[in-house]
């Protein structure tokens, strides 16, 4: 099974922090963004990953590929439980890398994977959307695609005034628990014209029509290819449905936004969690917050 991950974006918004490091190598406690969403694909199955980059984020091929010199080194020490992490992640996947040469928006991103993905559907997981949950995301969504034979987008409910923000959703029958037929999507809408506060979040499983509507759609929200305005030739054509995810995502589009990924993801760890509250309710003691 296929995945694409496009991560090709430029990460204005983290300046100065991603001038020369890309903004899927931020870490996310001490993992880079990037292998959570890479060990999510390869635990749903997908082991044959295109990661959409660019000529900025060599390093973040480096980071998938052996380090022979650490590996003698960590050999050397003993070290062998550090040794066997780093081939679990050498061994997660077949990556593949394709470089887009612009940044012309997400939409243009997924249309560089048009030969790899060939005839087969496959699932598109962004590089900054991080969702931990028991079953991957991705699994979920293609366990649906199973059931009713149709693309099938990841959803999430956001508070009202952040619609503007993501690709939004008009649910139709929700037919079976938080599956719902979809009637409209709209991307980053005026809170006024929303037609509700489910979100896209970056998860879809695709089919490869897609493609040809992608190369017939012009520019769309801030002068970007948007994916989201060719998902929506799926409605009239074969059905489009959206899944709210089961799950906790965070993401690292802004320093605020990967500050609190950081903290939550640290919540979410047993060994963590009392020692982030612990230092919580010391900066409380001391009228710090
Ligand atoms: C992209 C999609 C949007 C989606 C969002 C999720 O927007 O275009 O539909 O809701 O990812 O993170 P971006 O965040 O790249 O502006």
């Given at each position: 099974m296929?995945?694409?991950?496009?991560?090709?974006?430029?990460?204005?918004?983290?300046?100065?922090m991603?001038?020369?490091?890309p903004?899927?190598?931020?870490?996310?406690?001490?993992?880079?963004?990037?292998?959570?969403?890479?060990?999510?694909?390869?635990?749903?199955?997908f082991?044959?990953?295109?990661?959409?980059?660019?000529?900025?984020?060599?390093?973040?091929?480096?980071?998938?590929?052996?380090?022979?010199?650490?590996?003698?080194?960590l050999?050397?020490?003993?070290?062998?439980?550090?040794?066997?992490?780093?081939?679990?992640?050498?061994?997660?996947?077949?990556?593949?890398?394709?470089?887009?040469?612009?940044?012309?928006?997400?939409?243009?991103?997924?249309?560089?994977?048009?030969?790899?993905?060939?005839?087969?559907?496959?699932a598109?997981?962004?590089?900054?959307?991080?969702?931990?949950?028991?079953?991957?995301?991705?699994?979920?969504?293609?366990?649906?695609?199973?059931?009713?034979?149709?693309?099938?987008?990841?959803?999430?409910?956001?508070?009202?005034?952040?619609?503007?923000?993501?690709?939004?959703?008009?649910?139709?029958?929700?037919?079976?628990?938080?599956?719902?037929?979809?009637?409209?999507?709209?991307?980053?809408?005026?809170?006024?014209?929303?037609?509700?506060?489910?979100?896209?979040i970056?998860?879809?499983?695709?089919?490869?029509?897609?493609?040809?509507?992608?190369?017939?759609s012009?520019?769309g929200?801030?002068?970007?290819?948007?994916?989201?305005?060719?998902?929506?030739?799926?409605?009239?054509?074969?059905?489009?449905?959206?899944?709210?995810?089961?799950?906790h995502?965070?993401?690292i589009g802004?320093?605020?936004?990967?500050?609190?990924a950081?903290?939550?993801?640290?919540?979410?760890?047993p060994?963590?969690?009392?020692?982030?509250?612990?230092?919580?309710?010391?900066?409380?003691?001391?009228?710090?917050?």
């Amino acid at each position: 099974m296929k995945a694409v991950i496009p991560a090709a974006g430029l990460g204005t918004r983290l300046l100065p922090m991603t001038k020369i490091q890309p903004k899927e190598m931020m870490p996310i406690l001490n993992k880079p963004a990037i292998q959570y969403v890479v060990e999510e694909a390869s635990f749903s199955g997908f082991d044959q990953i295109l990661i959409i980059t660019n000529r900025n984020k060599k390093v973040m091929e480096d980071h998938f590929d052996r380090n022979i010199e650490l590996e003698l080194a960590l050999r050397r020490k003993g070290a062998y439980k550090a040794l066997k992490e780093l081939e679990r992640i050498e061994g997660l996947a077949n990556l593949f890398y394709l470089r887009q040469k612009e940044q012309k928006g997400l939409g243009d991103a997924v249309l560089c994977a048009e030969n790899y993905v060939s005839h087969e559907p496959f699932a598109v997981l962004l590089g900054d959307d991080i969702i931990i949950s028991d079953v991957p995301a991705i699994k979920q969504l293609w366990d649906a695609y199973e059931r009713v034979k149709a693309p099938v987008i990841g959803l999430e409910i956001v508070p009202k005034d952040h619609v503007e923000r993501y690709g939004i959703v008009e649910p139709g029958e929700e037919v079976e628990p938080g599956l719902f037929e979809l009637k409209s999507v709209i991307e980053k809408p005026d809170p006024k014209r929303a037609p509700s506060n489910m979100a896209i979040i970056g998860r879809y499983i695709l089919d490869p029509e897609i493609f040809s509507w992608l190369k017939g759609s012009k520019s769309g929200v801030g002068g970007e290819l948007q994916l989201t305005d060719s998902i929506s030739r799926y409605i009239p054509e074969k059905g489009l449905y959206g899944m709210l995810i089961t799950g906790h995502r965070v993401d690292i589009g802004s320093t605020s936004d990967w500050l609190k990924a950081n903290l939550e993801v640290a919540l979410l760890d047993p060994e963590l969690r009392p020692k982030v509250s612990q230092y919580f309710d010391e900066l409380r003691a001391l009228g710090k917050i």
